[in-house]
């Protein structure tokens, strides 16, 4: 059941500002055997969103009411988190008094298999480039146009996912993930100071190797550093960390560190008992 403003819903208005412009933010996790991973990050990354983009986000409490009225008995489930600008009159500009919509939707758990984890995945190279905007980097904004586009330019099921690059042919991230390189021990992911979304495992990834001793590296990312990478890697909140094994042409079969950064965010998670609090 989907909770809007904390009351079972299952509609949103016509003229909500996320449906009209995308005017919003959210966040997307996970709950298992009642468990909602990694909630203090996505909380505070939430917060962060709604402050860049001046929306009331809720308090801890009214979250946590919602989503157990929204699961009800379930126990394993994917949310989606929704701060919208709320309802407005035609045109852009912000209502002169706003109140903010908020949302809770659960959905089925991710269903991915095993091996993408274990032996890895394949990817591709978007035609899509990103465009800058650098009010709006980092922020997981409502407006995902980008990412709907790159997504379906391919229907290949061996394809898990697509590389974006911005159009200066920078390398960004996937249509749904964080892009992660190694080499020579160092870990380097891409700079979201123009573009893209900061998620929440791409800074607990970035902890984990720090707290591991390796150089972390958050930069400039090209083409060519990424085929010359002697491991890539892709995370998100549901997937956890993927190992890349296949770009076009290039192979990639063994994973030593990004096994050691697997083990280290296992042995590290974050949860809240969601039905125990």
């Not at 929704?82 to 407005?88: D, I, L, N, S």
């Not at 209502?95 to 298999?113: F, G, T």
């Not at 379906?152 to 394809?159: C, F, Q």
């Not at 042409?249 to 998670?269: C, G, H, I, K, N």
Request: charge should be negative.
């Amino acid at each position: 059941m989907m909770v809007v403003n904390g009351v079972g819903a299952n509609t949103v208005a016509v003229l909500d500002r996320g449906l009209m412009y995308g005017d919003g933010v959210f966040r997307t996790l996970a709950l298992r055997d009642g468990k909602l991973l990694h909630w203090p990050q996505q909380l505070r990354k939430l917060a962060e969103d709604c402050s860049a983009l001046q929306l009331d986000c809720p308090p801890e409490t009214d979250w946590l009411a919602a989503l157990r009225q929204a699961l009800g008995t379930q126990r394993d489930a994917t949310l989606k988190l929704m701060v919208t600008r709320g309802c407005g009159t035609r045109g852009y500009r912000y209502p002169e008094y706003q109140r903010c919509n908020w949302m809770v939707l659960p959905s089925p758990p991710a269903d991915y298999p095993p091996e993408c984890g274990g032996s890895g995945v394949a990817v591709r190279l978007c035609e899509l480039r990103l465009g800058w905007q650098p009010r709006l980097a980092g922020i997981k904004h409502l407006n995902r146009l980008e990412n709907v586009l790159a997504r379906n330019e391919w229907d290949d099921p061996a394809i898990r996912e697509g590389i974006l690059l911005d159009h200066a042919g920078n390398v960004i991230e996937g249509t749904m993930s964080n892009l992660l390189l190694i080499r020579d021990g160092r870990l380097l992911t891409p700079a979201l100071d123009q573009c893209g979304v900061a998620g929440v495992m791409r800074d607990l990834v970035l902890q984990a190797a720090f707290d591991l001793g390796m150089e972390v590296e958050v930069g400039r990312v090209s083409l060519q550093q990424l085929l010359q990478a002697e491991e890539v890697g892709l995370c998100n909140s549901l997937i956890g960390l993927w190992p890349v094994r296949a770009l076009g042409e290039r192979r990639w079969t063994v994973f030593p560190l990004l096994r050691q950064l697997q083990l280290a965010l296992d042995e590290s998670m974050c949860h809240l008992e969601l039905f125990g609090v």
